[in-house]
């Protein structure tokens, strides 16, 4: 257990619809990533958050965005769904922003089907 | 930019075979290095990891050196064993910056 927990762990969903993921990090991780496994593009980085603030961006669409609140969790919003966004959604987090070393602990992923 | 290359898989080996997965990378800066694995069903596990040239990660039986003039992080182990069937990333972060960067991902099968 890597201690980051992610909800929903399925959803099943249609297109055009709009769904919410959400990650809590490890206790005392400032630091949130998201990431898109598909089977035809392999692990995608999404967004990063550190402490609130929006740090990296990645190959995230204009349709999905996401948010860090003040408890360090975080929510992913993906909308207007389409069938190419069925995929697993993995958060991840770790301790520091910078630095020589800096582990990412992975969530279990939320599987996300668009029907 | 920064990235990582991977060795496409899927990769089957017989049990006690002896593995390797080619990863290299480019970086602007002074990377990180690591592999994660991904056991089936499971988010990614950091495997072993190496923090500047000429260290060794190791962990379970693998390791991974970090090769600067070569600028590669290829992952060995001796004896693989059906347990070690998973997908393996290769991954980077440059000291500078805040984003990891994965590799496509290798998919090795150990059979009995």
């Known amino acids: 257990d890597s201690g980051v927990t992610q909800t929903p762990k399925h959803l099943i969903t249609a297109t055009g619809q709009r769904v919410t993921l959400r990650c809590s990090p490890r206790?005392?991780?400032?630091?949130v990533y998201w990431y898109q496994q598909s089977l035809d593009q392999g692990l995608q980085f999404l967004i990063q958050?550190?402490?609130?603030?929006?740090?990296a961006k990645g190959n995230i669409l204009e349709r999905f965005s996401a948010q860090q609140f003040p408890d360090l969790h975080s929510e992913l919003n993906l909308s207007s769904l389409e069938l190419g966004d069925s995929a697993l959604y993995f958060c991840a987090s770790s301790v520091l922003m910078r630095g020589s070393y800096n582990e990412q602990f992975f969530g279990p992923g939320t599987r996300l089907t668009v029907l | 930019g920064d990235s990582v290359t991977q060795m496409e898989g899927p990769v089957t080996l017989s049990e006690e075979a002896f593995l390797t997965i080619n990863c290299t990378y480019t970086?602007?800066?002074?990377?990180?290095l690591f592999w994660y694995v991904q056991y089936p069903g499971e988010g990614l596990q950091l495997l072993l990891k190496?923090?500047?040239?000429?260290d060794k990660g190791s962990n379970k039986g693998f390791e991974a050196t970090y090769r600067k003039e070569t600028t590669s992080f290829h992952l060995e182990k001796g004896s693989v064993q059906v347990s070690d069937s998973a997908v393996y990333f290769c991954?980077?972060?440059?000291?500078?910056?805040?984003?990891?960067?994965f590799g496509t991902g290798t998919s090795l099968t150990v059979i009995p």
């Open positions: 206790s005392g991780d400032l630091s």
């Open positions: 970086a602007t800066g002074y990377p990180s």
């Open positions: 958050y550190y402490n609130g603030e929006e740090r």
């Open positions: 991954a980077l972060k440059v000291n500078t910056g805040n984003q990891f960067y």
């Open positions: 190496a923090t500047k040239a000429d």
